[in-house]
């Protein structure tokens, strides 16, 4: 039974258990009799949310000017057009989308969240120092470009090749045409990676010998993270960035790691090589790069660098103008905040005093010895902090959640603005510590096996006295700015009943009210997401990009078939397990794929043993898998030919389930 059907069917059941138990008048204590207002008009700040944000505004030096005069440091130039277009002429990055928050901060969004805001909108190219210069706000990260010595070398392409490719002709316009000699990926997070067909292709690669460098494990992780794993994580990343509410002073306003997300195409060239060590030192077109492994902080491949001849350090995104996610809400591996804070401080204690400059992937640099210290040291104590803060709750019983909201914030944050939660947060980022040691569990037995929401909503209702008393609750915590218990009652009320749309409008202005006040960009686009999902419903923007022909043609082809193998359904199997071979043309490669009753293992290897042989190129492969073209039209022009049996790959594919994108997140 499809599961979705068999929580529906056991929540139909329970709701007419209670019904019959508890309802002598033959009514569900989960029906709306009584007269519950009408939740209030969307994009209003009420007055606790008013007085919240301004109480923010009051205990924050929100005027200090150091940030805004470091942002506008070596302006040169903007893209003048209005869009960043790609080939259909569609928009993939309005130029104009942030100009309303060069207005003083509205009650509907928290002020220091509008001051980071505003800062990370000011775009354009910028000199950073001789020889290094930076294309900002045309994307969610920022592209480094160095001066060689015959051309450009470009330190993280941004995440589609469209502003990739913008941003480098503003730079070529600006300061004269040069080739792509060089193409650095910090980490595998494809920001950094993705919009690399826009500044150099394969064939210049190949033909120029352009290196391509990125650190360990850079290609396995970046896999991962966006093919095996990237389905759920991308629908996430839905409400994480606000890609689909409207940017303005009531909905998306950034996402405090930067601007926001582009709408174009992202695609993976691979690098030539994977750089590991500490101090490991690389000549690029005559630029001398030390690289220091960062991996397992913020990103499970990452490195920095070292510019010895400019005194410049590049933080990746190891150390940035925010308190980034130990765990992100979009989800992804949790991240270790006690290596974080170790390897800044040893960034620190190596290259502190040797660097003029400290420059990241995301936001403005900070100029000048001390400065470079100041920052370090605030990046550092930041990640220690909440690590060593949730660890002495734990570990004197504190349960998870018990933790994270006991740590209060650190004297610095007062004044370090680099250090405050922009886009992590100290709450949820305390969460992630106890979950890296921990695991999920807060080590109550009833939490182990817990019951899914789906069913014990309907109880919680019933035992709360039923939809009326709840929502009548719920409606109590609302007008005396008690968001988040207004946000738990309502949630209850959905899950119990999740066609009743007073709860759920009551649910959204609860969520709109906590995005409202949030100071994280991402909390913010989150919660006011869910309230745009739960008032019209789950949109239909259009498949995820990833999953396309320019990042499948990179994805090595071992990779490729474990993330189909990650699709198998075994209910599927129609047949006796059984084996096939995968004979690529155009790669020389050879996979066998075992097809068992309850996995599939594919393997780098030949045999002899196998009901079926298909050969083709791997280019006409990716273009099967993503139904682009079917078997019979590629055997018809003669692009796939099958020894043994036929049948075998279509049993095969029809076993692979295609997982819908646009599924509930914040309705069962």
């Known amino acids: 039974m499809n599961w979705k059907l068999a929580i529906s069917v056991s929540t139909a059941l329970l709701l007419w258990a209670c019904s019959a138990q508890g309802q002598s008048d033959g ?47 070596g302006f040169l130039a903007a893209i003048q057009d209005k869009a960043i ?24 969004v928290n002020p220091s969240l509008w001051r980071q805001s505003g800062l990370s909108a000011q ?58 000699t060089g193409v650095i990926y910090t980490h595998s997070h494809a920001d950094h990676f993705g919009g690399a067909r826009g500044v150099i292709s394969e064939a210049e690669i190949a033909e120029r010998g352009v290196p391509v460098l990125a650190p360990a494990g850079f290609t396995e992780s970046a896999v991962a993270e966006n093919l095996i794993a990237g389905n759920l994580m991308q629908r996430r990343a839905v409400l994480m960035f606000g890609n689909t509410i409207p940017r303005s002073d009531i909905a998306n306003v950034g996402t405090g790691l930067g601007p926001g997300l582009p709408q174009g195409t992202t695609g993976l060239v691979l690098p030539t090589e994977e750089v590991g060590g500490w101090g490991t030192r690389r000549v690029i077109d005559g630029v001398t790069f030390e690289f220091m492994d960062a991996g397992g902080t913020e990103a499970p491949a990452e490195f920095m660098f070292y510019l010895p001849e400019k005194r410049a350090l590049c933080t990746a995104e190891v150390a940035t103008a925010t308190f980034h996610n130990v765990l992100t809400p979009r989800g992804a591996k949790v991240r270790d905040a006690l290596k974080w804070s170790r390897v800044i401080d040893r960034a620190l204690a190596d290259y502190g005093k040797r660097s003029d400059l400290v420059f990241a992937s995301h936001h403005w640099p900070t100029w000048g010895e001390d400065n470079v210290e100041t920052f370090l040291k605030g990046q550092r104590d930041i990640y220690r902090y909440v690590h060593d803060q949730t660890l002495r709750r734990a570990n004197a019983g ?8 006991s740590i209060p914030e650190p004297g610095f944050s007062q004044t370090d603005f680099a250090t405050r939660g922009y886009y992590g947060t100290l709450n949820h980022n305390a969460k992630a510590v106890y979950q890296f040691y921990y695991g999920w569990w807060s080590g109550v037995p009833a939490d182990y096996n817990a019951l899914p929401r789906e069913e014990t909503a309907a109880r919680y209702v019933e035992a709360m006295g039923g939809m009326d008393a709840v929502l009548s609750k719920g409606v109590d915590a ?3 700015g ?37 100071e994280s960009g991402a909390w913010r ?13 789950v949109p239909d923007a259009g498949a995820p990009n990833l999953g396309n022909a320019d990042f499948l043609k990179a994805v090595p082809t071992l990779d490729l078939f474990d993330a189909l193998a990650s699709r198998y359904n075994p209910q599927k199997l129609a047949r006796e397990p059984f084996s096939i071979v ?24 030949d045999t002899d043993a196998a009901v079926a042989r298909l050969t083709l190129s791997r280019t006409d492969f990716n273009s099967l898998i993503l139904r682009e073209i079917g078997v019979p039209d590629l055997m018809a022009a003669g692009r796939l030919t099958i020894s043994g049996e036929a049948a075998a790959a279509g049993a095969f594919l029809m076993t692979l389930d295609t997982p819908d994108f646009w599924f509930p997140v914040v309705t069962p």
């Open 478 to 480: 609302f007008e005396t």
């Open 27 to 73: 009514e569900s204590s989960l029906s709306t009799q009584a007269a519950i207002p009408a939740a209030p008009e969307a994009g209003l700040a009420t007055d606790a949310t008013a007085k919240a944000n301004q109480a923010f505004a009051d205990r924050l030096p929100l005027g200090d000017q150091d940030d805004f005069d470091d942002a506008a440091r």
């Open 123 to 180: 775009h354009g190219l910028f000199e950073v120092a001789d020889g290094i210069w930076q294309v900002r706000g045309y994307d969610l990260s920022v592209m480094s470009v160095i001066e060689g010595d015959t051309g450009w070398i470009i330190v993280d392409p941004l995440t589609v090749k469209e502003t990739a490719a913008a941003g480098l002709k503003l730079v070529n316009d600006t300061l004269g045409q040069r080739p792509v």
């Open 582 to 605: 995968f004979d690529f043309t155009d790669t020389s490669e050879v996979i066998t794929v075992e097809i068992g009753t309850d996995v599939v293992v594919p393997r780098a290897a």
């Open 398 to 405: 504190a349960t998870m959640t018990e933790a994270a909201e």
């Open 85 to 108: 277009l790609d080939e259909a002429g569609n928009t993939v990055w309005s130029i104009p989308q942030f100009d309303f928050l060069s207005a003083n901060a509205p009650d509907t």
């Open 482 to 518: 008690d968001y988040r218990w207004a946000a738990e009652l309502f949630n209850q009320a959905v899950f119990a009943a999740p066609d009743n749309q007073s709860a759920k409008d009551w649910l959204a202005a609860s969520y709109e009210q906590l995005g409202f006040q949030a």
């Open 525 to 537: 686009s989150y919660y006011l997401t869910a309230a745009s999902e739960l008032r019209n419903g």
